[in-house]
């Protein structure tokens, strides 16, 4: 078996139903990205149900390469903290990612994306904020203040680790269509959960009303990526 069958066997058994990196559709005129590449898709907007999160990553599996790049705009935010932070500089680049999408006043999909994260801060334990980062982006940040989120994230004991994050509407919502969330109101988003991998270019798009074990081990895999990837290059 030559080095690029084994390389390209090893990492769809690490990441199973990953989804390639695609090009951002971003006005930025200048965008930050993981790592340069001649070789990019377009993000498909999309609401993304239990049904199409899987047929997404199933119309994609076997499409990807290690060589791709995301855009993702580089846009100010606010953490919950009030402090002012990049989103991709600061919370995502050379990093495993997982994000949610929510609004302070949602009582329908909303608590059960928090409950999901809280539990898996318990199940992360100490790589929370060292291997794996969680990153909430709300949907709303006209009415979702710093304070607010501060508050939100309390209630599902929210720990270093896992940022929170409001800013400017105009720029959230472009950042959302990047990450293929309907920007159009807070009520229409889904339950979609985003996990990167920035240092390997990869994404993947899971239902984040399932179970905390099926995404420990979506982000298990994205983890292992990385090493698969690093190995690859020595093939």
């Known amino acids: 078996m030559n080095g690029t069958l084994k390389f390209a066997m090893a990492l769809l058994a690490a990441l199973g139903s990953a989804v390639p990196c695609a090009e951002a559709q971003a006005a930025d005129s200048s965008p930050r990205t993981s790592q340069p590449s001649s070789t990019q898709q377009v993000v498909t907007q999309q609401s993304f149900t239990q049904q199409n999160v899987i047929q997404q990553n199933k119309d994609t599996k076997k499409a990807f390469t290690a060589d791709r ?5 580089d846009i100010r935010v606010v953490d919950q903290n009030g402090k ?13 990612v997982v994000m949610n999408f929510v609004y302070t006043t949602c009582t329908t999909i909303c608590p059960p994306l928090g409950a999901t994260f ?5 199940n992360l334990g100490e790589r929370l904020g060292k291997d794996v980062f969680l990153v909430s982006v ?16 309390a ?4 720990k270093p680790g896992w940022t929170l994050v409001t800013g400017d509407k105009a ?6 269509r990047v990450l293929g969330v309907d920007a159009a109101s807070p009520a229409s988003h889904s339950a ?3 996990i990167v991998n920035d240092r390997a270019a990869l994404w993947k798009r899971v239902y984040g009303l399932g179970s905390t074990a099926a995404l420990m081990n979506n982000i298990e895999r994205m983890m292992a990526a990385s090493s698969v990837i690093a190995a690859g290059r020595q093939w």
């Open 192 to 194: 979609m959960v985003l």
């Open 118 to 122: 809280g539990k898996l801060q318990k």
């Open 84 to 96: 002012q932070r990049h989103f991709y500089g600061d919370l995502v680049r050379g990093k495993v």
């Open 171 to 176: 720029e959230l919502d472009r950042l959302l």
């Open 69 to 73: 790049a995301q855009q993702i705009p």
């Open 138 to 153: 709300s949907v709303d940040p006209v009415t979702d203040t710093p304070e607010r989120l501060r508050a939100w994230g």
């Open 155 to 158: 209630q599902f004991k929210a």
